[in-house]
């Protein structure tokens, strides 16, 4: 009978002491700031709850591949990830909207547009048992070239990177042509060849050193689209009120520092690549007025195909 007492008196102290360890796979490298604001949301996490949720992040997609991520919460693989939001407009339009051009191109604008955004996508992400942590934007997107780019004909032929289906779309539009690459093989895609232009923030111009590959660089500022960081909703009620509320804290605490973060880099980033030796240049308002017809082109398919949810958001967020 002793010996069970102390066995039991054991157990419950193990009980209270186990340290939950959670792995979370991110696509983009350390030096990325969504990487690092992530880095920091671990941290506050693990002193939140006196180590007890310990998250292991697992970035550059080197534990799933982008593209496996959201799989790999949903079916419980992981607890937790990131990942590129508009990469889900596959499944439903609502999730890309942010990266349709000169819908919402300033930080303002985009953070209207998570409000009308964030219901739609949690809803979305709920029927598949995820749920949203976070959710932080990177700069507005430029344009990366070999030689200025006076107006969209410049852009002819050209080898094009892409990201997701809209930039896919839009380099079709452009007369150039998509190839998709992700963002941690973007130094080794121009260095073989496989593409000579890309759109993409200033940010990740820096992190994969554009000035390497390419001479010139317009801050066309043409959308702002985001990352998301969600966690499984069966293993997130499985942690104990405390641990819960640590997380969604800290999550907030998140999204707040990184919508700063990248404002700063809109700026320090851009400065980096002329410092580099990249020209950065204002496009003409002949190429501006080109890439505006794309987008109108772009709007009007996206209109066309959206769900409800989808058609709501962009209502909710124009008025
Ligand atoms: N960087 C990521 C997504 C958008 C951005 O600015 C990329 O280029 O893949």
Same mark, same amino acid.
């Given at each position: #009978? $002793?010996?069970?007492? =102390? ?37 506050? /996490? ?10 292991? =992040? ?9 593209? @496996?991520? $959201? ?40 953070? $209207?547009? %998570?409000?009308?955004?964030?219901? /739609?996508?949690? *809803?979305? !992400? ?9 959710? &932080? ?7 990366? +070239? ?5 107006? &969209?004909?410049? !852009? ?43 759109? +993409? ?7 994969? +050193? ?12 043409? %959308?702002?689209?985001?990352?998301? &960081?969600?966690?499984?909703?069966? #293993? ?11 997380? =969604? ?9 990184? %919508?700063? #973060?990248?404002?700063? @880099? ?8 002329? *410092? ?5 240049? *204002?496009?003409?308002?002949?190429? &501006?007025?080109?890439?505006?017809? =794309?987008?109108?082109? #772009?709007? @009007? ?6 769900? *409800? ?11």
């Amino acid at each position: #009978m $002793k010996h069970f007492l =102390i066995g039991a008196a054991a157990l419950t102290l193990t009980t209270a002491a186990h340290a939950e360890s959670w792995d979370m796979p991110t696509p983009y490298g350390d030096t990325t700031f969504h990487t690092q604001n992530i880095m920091q949301f671990t941290d506050d /996490v693990r002193a939140a709850t006196d180590g007890g949720l310990d998250i292991t =992040i697992h970035s550059a997609g080197s534990l799933f591949p982008h593209s @496996e991520i $959201k799989g790999a919460v949903r079916n419980r693989q992981v607890p937790m990830g990131e990942f590129f939001l508009s990469t889900l407009s596959n499944e439903d339009l609502a999730y890309g909207l942010d990266s349709q051009p000169f819908v919402a191109t300033s930080y303002e604008d985009a953070a $209207k547009l %998570w409000d009308a955004q964030r219901p /739609v996508v949690t *809803e979305l !992400l709920a029927e598949q048992g995820l749920m949203p942590l976070f959710s &932080v934007p990177w700069p507005p997107q430029g344009l990366y +070239t070999n030689g200025e780019i006076a107006t &969209v004909a410049d !852009l002819n032929g050209l080898r094009f990177r892409a990201y997701n289906a809209a930039l896919e779309e839009f380099a079709a539009l452009a007369g150039a042509a998509p190839v998709q690459v992700e963002a941690s093989d973007i130094p080794q895609a121009f260095a073989t060849g496989q593409v000579a232009a890309m759109i +993409t923030s200033p940010s990740t111009g820096v992190n994969s +050193t554009a000035w390497d590959f390419v001479t010139h660089y317009s801050p066309i500022n043409a %959308w702002v689209p985001k990352n998301i &960081v969600v966690v499984n909703q069966r #293993m997130f009620d499985g942690l104990d009120a405390d641990t819960q509320a640590a997380v =969604i804290a800290a999550a907030e605490t998140a999204q707040t520092r990184g %919508w700063e #973060m990248s404002a700063a @880099e809109a700026e320090t980033m851009t400065a980096a690549l002329a *410092e580099n030796g990249i020209t950065v240049y *204002e496009p003409s308002a002949e190429l &501006v007025e080109g890439l505006q017809g =794309i987008g109108a082109t #772009m709007l @009007e398919n996206w209109q066309t195909n959206a769900s *409800e949810s989808a058609a709501a958001i962009l209502q909710a967020y124009q008025q």
